[in-house]
């Protein structure tokens, strides 16, 4: 079994940053990609970033290019987002996942509140 967690979060201005740490326990070694999706109030769920376990650069989302890096601990099963330059329109609660392999299987964290205040 796996499971996410993520932390961080809170309330900054516009321009400012945050970091975002979402710890992975259990059986990590079945995880092939770990990342975070956003939702805003009264909007979908959408996808911010993401890497595969197994190498390869990671993805961004088109809005958050630039401004947004994942990064992980290799050691400690965790992935960081920083979040720099932060804009109103990043208000959201983010959510951690991860992907098990040889399965349809996506684990969620619990959601974590970003506030960006112009």
């Known amino acids: 079994q796996v499971h996410v967690v993520e932390s961080g979060g809170g309330s900054v201005q516009a321009g400012g940053s945050l970091r975002l740490s979402c710890a992975a326990s259990?059986?990590?070694?079945?995880?092939?990609?770990m990342g975070w999706f956003r939702q805003a109030p009264g909007k979908e769920r959408e996808f911010v970033a993401s890497?595969?376990?197994?190498?390869?650069?990671?993805n961004y989302a088109d809005a958050v290019q630039g401004r947004f890096t994942i990064s992980r601990d290799r050691a400690r099963d965790t992935v960081y987002l920083q979040m720099n330059n932060l804009e109103s329109e990043d208000t959201a609660v983010y959510y951690c996942?991860?992907?098990?392999?040889?399965?349809?299987?996506?684990?969620w964290g619990q959601g974590t509140q970003v506030t960006v205040s112009s």
């Open positions: 996942y991860a992907d098990i392999r040889a399965s349809d299987v996506r684990l």
């Open positions: 890497f595969r376990r197994s190498g390869g650069g990671p």
């Open positions: 259990g059986r990590t070694g079945i995880i092939t990609v």
